[in-house]
């Protein structure tokens, strides 16, 4: 019993006072326990961090290969932190960098054959833990809640683009 408590800790209170906080919160807690569930995944697998991941994924979908400022928007991380797990990609040769066609003074960086080996491996992995996360969601219910998130997306983005369209 107390266990369900502090997993709804949330939805304290009685009656529908204070809706919108609770959901936030709701999606808040959820995004976080999913979060936990699938870097333990990832350690206990594969020994390998979310970011390391995220990078290997994000080169994956990128084979003509990412600069390091792309790298960092994409992963909307420091350029530091894509430096840091870059080199150790790089070190266990999952990872390469050609200089830039285009700038001979930047690089780019691109999966090797292992590193996209690796990846692969990794993505189906991810994706079976994440069925299992949602195993007791239909597929109507799942529906359901993307196109609601998605709405909900659409509405916070377009009053931030008015927010930064009006004049100060």
């Given amino acids: 019993m107390l266990n369900n408590r502090?997993?709804?800790?949330?939805?304290?209170?009685?009656?529908h006072e204070h809706r919108p906080l609770r959901l936030w919160l709701r999606l808040l807690t959820c995004?976080?326990?999913?979060?936990?569930?699938?870097?333990n995944h990832l350690r206990k697998e594969f020994g390998c961090t979310l970011p390391r991941f995220d990078?290997?994924?994000?080169?994956?979908?990128?084979?003509?290969?990412?600069?390091?400022g792309e790298l960092?928007?994409?992963?909307?991380?420091?350029?530091?932190?894509?430096?840091?797990?870059?080199?150790?990609?790089?070190?266990e040769?999952?990872?390469?960098?050609?200089?830039?066609?285009t700038d001979r003074?930047?690089?780019?960086?691109?999966?090797?054959?292992?590193?996209l080996q690796q990846i692969k491996r990794m993505t189906q992995s991810y994706e079976s833990c994440l069925s299992e996360i949602f195993t007791k969601?239909?597929?109507?219910?799942?529906?359901?809640?993307?196109?609601?998130?998605?709405?909900l997306k659409q509405h916070i983005g377009s009053e931030q683009a008015?927010?930064?369209?009006?004049?100060?």
């Fill in 6 to 15: 502090i997993l709804d800790a949330e939805f304290r209170g009685s009656g």
């Fill in 31 to 39: 995004t976080n326990m999913i979060e936990n569930k699938l870097r």
């Fill in 55 to 68: 990078m290997l994924a994000q080169l994956q979908k990128n084979p003509e290969g990412l600069s390091m």
């Fill in 72 to 91: 960092s928007q994409l992963m909307m991380v420091s350029a530091g932190n894509v430096t840091g797990i870059s080199n150790q990609l790089e070190k």
């Fill in 93 to 101: 040769g999952l990872i390469e960098r050609k200089v830039s066609a």
């Fill in 105 to 115: 003074r930047s690089y780019r960086l691109s999966l090797t054959d292992l590193g």
């Fill in 137 to 151: 969601i239909s597929e109507e219910g799942t529906d359901t809640a993307i196109q609601m998130l998605g709405n």
């Fill in 162 to 168: 008015n927010i930064q369209l009006s004049p100060v």
